[in-house]
């Protein structure tokens, strides 16, 4: 084998241990900011509800300083 055969198979090794290590980060990764998101539209949700909830509490009945 040459010298640029043996150079080759260790950049190739260097990769696959590398893709071996970054595959199992992007997937957490992945998973983390999914579930990231949907506790934002929960909390978005409930905040337009707390906020429905306080408007109804006021003896006029108008909004206060817009939104």
């Not at 241990?17 to 595959?23: E, G, I, K, P, V």
């Not at 983390?32 to 506790?39: K, M, V, W």
């Not at 909830?53 to 817009?66: T, Y």
Request: a negative charge; hydrophobic letters at 40%.
């Amino acid at each position: 084998m040459s010298e640029h055969d043996d150079q080759f198979r260790e950049a190739v090794s260097e990769l696959a241990n590398a893709l071996q290590t970054a595959a199992p980060l992007a997937t957490r990764l992945r998973r983390d900011l999914s579930e990231q998101a949907q506790d934002a539209l929960t909390l978005e949700a409930a905040i337009d509800r707390a906020a429905r909830a306080v408007r109804h509490l006021r003896p006029d009945g108008r909004e206060k300083g817009g939104a």
